[in-house]
């Protein structure tokens, strides 16, 4: 039986309302224990048996947490371990490594090297070329294939300069510098590249200093590059070694060969005159890396500028500067006033001031640059083009990009005016505003599903085809989002497509989640189904440092630890595959943050090893490792769900069109019975509104006397 003691005197109230005990002090009032009342301990001891008792449960709450996982959770049987299947050294240090089509490319402490793809002919890896400078570090690549064996390469050195390569029948030619000026005081650095699939644009993240940065988009003629290497390519195969050969040569020619020789000479002037004065086939890359054309520059987009007050006079002047309110703007041609403004960030300084005294004493005082992430899509539902401008399917049509600590994502249309000037910053065709500032962002190959994250920890997945999120996620307290990044569906999926929307609605999207603290985190998206785990760590040892997955092992990530671990984890039952190892006493160099590529087609893997301070670059064949069979099944016999994932969008709009038009028969028969339901509903409501009138007219006739 519970007891209740007064602290108070029981006195006589007042009769003045302001002496009235108030509701929220009556619970401070009454003692529910007794013995409270002598216990009481204090100041500052009971503050130190708060923190005390605080620190006892939650220290027992970490003894009995893991228990119940450890009983539910069966111990991983211990994969088995593959070794390497070559092995091939780089001059100097390699930094970063891309594997695509037959070729691998290495940027290395002295510049850019190729090496070929181990196959029957020829098992090892063999250096087919390289472009080498004194004192330069390349410290990131991108690669983009086009046309047959011609390659885009975009490099970034450890100065920040930027420069576009293309690669073609083992000849490396540099295109451009795309940041290099006499002036170093003026100069400007790169911090992130991206290229296009296909090489029709390349875009450049470039800064000045600590304040401002800005986008450079460029526009590649890349079908002017494959016409002058075509040129090149014949004159090689026709041109001897040097000119006096030449001249015999042709003279003991028979002539109709003498004939098509002139013929071939005859397609580039300047390579006719070029066979007449030096045949030497370095002066012949020379002369073609001088004739290819640079690339155009399309778009420069600023980072955006902080909100400042309005200085119209009038809201007619910020009418004038807006657009006709077709499309979501940034927010800056408002009419808050300078006296609004500050108003309105005293009362927020005031509300929320133990808030800002806790930011502002973990905020580090250093201004940071602004950062962005870009992306190229492909033509979709999403994306305003218009009629006059005719989309290729494979070709991007437009941009997105979103800055650091800004809320908006922008989209630009690359099919812009040719009289628009360059430094115009333009304004964005397409903003998608969010709740929260946006950190990263990630895009699949078919751009056909678009995932962003928030500093909230929301991830949001978008079917860009359609048009509709697919899901929206908050992660847990205490997560920070370090990369997202979706996982491949299968490559053969695009031959087995049933034509029915029922395959569309219940197709399902993967994305990988890598935080801050190694955990990783898998999001299943679909129309009908959403789900969210926890892939790893195992336990809380252990860290992961990067992921990567492969194309052709459908549902597997591939799992980079801090100890130098690779394990493939197949993600449907979160069983390790396989781990892939090193030779003995070599090991993974720069573990936190290894070297390492996996080739498009999902064949092999690159992996940087290191043994006292000699580095080699291992080969993992996994068409020579056992577990590859199963996979490959599994991606023959694709689930339903997965086989629209591939689909590009105009394909996907007639299935759904072709769905629509086979319902449409149905639909019409249907139409007459909902006609009549509603009619007998609609007469219901009137005779039960009529049946009221009646009752309130006799209600009323019984009240008047």
Known sequence: MPV??????????????KDWIKKDEEEDIFLKDPYEFRDTLPQPYRMINKLVNLLLERTWEIVEGPQPLQETRQPKVPPPKYPPSSEFQVEGRANCMVATGEFIFIGFSMGL????????????????????AANLEICAIKVSNFGSSSYLIGSVDDLGIARLFYFFKENLLAIKTINEVEDISKRNTCVALELSRGADYAGFLLQAGTSEAWLEIYRLPKDSWLKEAENAQNVALTVPANTKDMKVNQANLPEKAAVEVDKKNKKSPEIQGLVAEEVDPQVLLSRLESRLLPPVLLLKIRSPKPFAPSTFKHPYEALMKSDDGSVTGLGYNHMLKESQWERQEAIFNSTFQQYLETEDELEIKEEKPSNAMFHFHLPGRTLPVGTEFRA???????????????????FYLLSRPSKEKIDSDPKPDMVWPCASPLMYSAITPCSSYLAFACEDGTITVWEKSIGFPLSVTVLPEGYIIRSIQFMPCSPSL????????????STKVKLLVLCTDGSLHLITSGAKEFDTKLLGPETPNQTITAIATISSLPDTVLIFFWDGTAILMDTTTEDYISQFIMPPSYKVATSWQPVFSVDTQGQYLLLQGIKQQTETTFLFDFTTYPFTEAFTLKAKEPPKDLAVAVLPWDKRCNIFLKDSLQR???ISQQMPECWSLLQNYAKALAKGESQEVVEEEESRDAEEP
């Open 494 to 505: 695009s031959e087995k497509v049933p034509g029915s929307s029922e395959v569309l609605a």
């Open 113 to 132: 090297s190729v090496f070929s793809i181990p196959t029957c002919e020829k098992p090892t890896c063999e250096k087919v070329c390289a472009w080498e």
């Open 4 to 17: 209740f003691l007064r602290k108070q005197p029981l006195d006589i109230p007042s009769p003045t309302e």
């Open 664 to 666: 449409l028969s149905t």
């Open 392 to 410: 290729e399917p494979d070709m991007p049509i437009a941009l997105s990009i979103h800055w650091s600590r800004s809320h908006n994502l922008c």
